[in-house]
Nanobody
Framework: QVQLVESGGGLVQAGGSLRLACAASRTTFNINSMAWYRQAPGKQRELVAGITSGGTTKYADAVKGRFTISRDNAKNTVYLQMNSLAPEDTAVYYC???????????????WGQGTQVTVSS
């Protein structure tokens, strides 16, 4: 069984920075797209940023210019560098990854357990 393990959340003041990390618990055959989502209280989960296996990235308009997604394929890890944080960034952040567990297998989407990010004003 593969799990995605997140780390790096916490409490930060407005204008501060945090770096989230999400790692697969074991080596897989391949990892396709990876992404970060967030869910604030009373709101739907929304895409924050995504990155393909080739390194192409996309961002939600609300975080463009402030957040950066990256990945380290050797470590099966995706990162989210968050700068200039604002109170409206407060949410539980979830990573997901499309994992191919073996040669010839289809990709399956896995989710992390979520990590809380709280930005105080």
């Amino acid at each position: 069984q593969v799990q995605l393990v997140e780390s790096g959340g916490g409490l930060v003041q407005a204008g501060g920075s945090l770096r989230l990390a999400c790692a697969a618990s074991r080596t897989t055959f391949n990892i396709n797209s990876m992404a970060w989502y967030r869910q604030a209280p009373g709101k739907q989960r929304e895409l924050v940023a995504g990155i393909t296996s080739g390194g192409t990235t996309k961002y939600a308009d609300a975080v463009k210019g402030r957040f950066t997604i990256s990945r380290d394929n050797a470590k099966n890890t995706v990162y989210l560098q968050m700068n200039s944080l604002a109170p409206e960034d407060t949410a539980v952040y979830y990573c997901n990854a499309d994992l191919v567990l073996g040669r010839g297998w289809y990709a399956q989407r896995y989710w992390g357990q979520g990590t809380q990010v709280t930005v105080s004003s």
